[in-house]
């Protein structure tokens, strides 16, 4: 069935309700968005591999921080990203369904592009994910955005990170902090998610507004809210069951709904899919220029705060 008799067919199509299974798809695109084609998938590939940050800066590469409840699909975002510029599936970051985080070590992954042979300027951190019962603590994570935490430190929940543990940096410079982080969510789930994990969610985006560090979210698993999308993912920004997943999560997060990305990551193929390389491109392209404007604001601050010292 095509989409214009699949439309035909579905009661109503603009107010469908929002249940997995049950969406449709729309006349119109609600979100513009780049054609997906070879073009535009090269383009976002080039972009990419060129993006650095601003050179005033002294920053190698743009720290984007993954966080979200385990099994949402951190790792999985970014062994997508490292399978698209390896030209192949990869699995480097451990990840699957299992009941505790895999992720028990703070990592910052650098990727790199197998047709250039050059590290991208951008880093993919990683750290454990969300539980009821294993709750993240708040000041951990404050530590991980002011560049505190090491690469490769073990996290252990029953002895949390502070000024003392081993390997604490102390004077941390703008290139150890976070520029921005990505609040990686399953977006087939967002209708059950637990209280407690809401919670947690809004405590962490508390510290993180604190520092003024940009944030986006990526809805994982689109393709289980729209069964059009799991046929292709060119239909994302046609799906009812989408776009409303989209409003929910911006109404929860409290973000505009251009900051909310539908993505759909690597997990049962064996091999790479244009569409699905634009989304998660698109996305991160998006992510990077939000991490620019954090550097920049942080150049500002110390400007500012150079001339008040020079005045005293």
């Not at 491109?281 to 500012?304: N, P, S």
Request: charged residues 25%; hydrophobic residues 35%; aromatic residues 8%.
């Amino acid at each position: 069935m095509d989409k214009s008799q699949f439309l035909k067919n579905s009661p109503n199509p603009i107010r469908s309700a929002v249940k997995v299974g049950n969406s449709v798809l729309l006349d119109k695109p609600w979100r513009k968005f780049p054609e997906f084609n070879t073009e535009t998938l090269q383009q976002l590939k080039e972009a990419v591999v060129d993006y650095k940050p601003n050179s005033e800066t002294n920053v190698s590469a743009a720290n984007i921080l993954l966080i979200g409840q385990i099994g949402a699909g951190k790792s999985s975002f970014f062994n997508s990203v490292n399978s698209i510029f390896r030209g192949k599936i990869t699995s480097k970051a451990r990840c699957g369904s299992f009941e505790h985080s895999l992720t028990t070590v703070f990592r910052k992954y650098t990727m790199k592009d197998h047709n250039t042979g050059q590290n991208l300027k951008i880093r993919l951190c990683d750290t454990r994910g969300f539980e009821e019962e294993y709750k993240i603590e708040a000041q951990e994570i404050g530590y991980i955005l002011d560049g505190n935490v090491p690469d490769r430190h073990q996290f252990n929940p029953s002895s949390p990170f502070t000024t003392e543990t081993f390997g604490f940096i102390r004077n941390p410079q703008l290139s150890d902090k976070i520029h921005c982080v990505a609040f990686v969510v399953d977006g087939s789930t967002i209708d059950v998610m637990p209280e407690e994990i809401l919670k947690q969610l809004k405590e962490l985006q508390g510290r993180m507004n604190q520092r003024n560090i940009p944030q986006v979210v990526y809805m994982t698993k689109m393709d289980k809210v729209c069964p059009k999308v799991d046929k292709d993912t060119a239909n994302m920004f046609y799906s009812s069951g989408v776009r409303d997943a989209i409003d929910k999560m911006s109404d929860i997060m409290g973000l505009p709904r251009g900051y909310i990305m539908p993505i759909k990551n690597y997990e049962s193929e064996t091999g790479l899919e244009p569409n699905t390389d634009i989304l998660i491109l698109k996305a991160l392209q998006q992510t990077t220029d939000f991490a620019d404007d954090y550097m920049e604001e942080q150049l500002d601050k110390m400007a500012a705060e150079k001339r008040r010292e020079e005045k005293h």
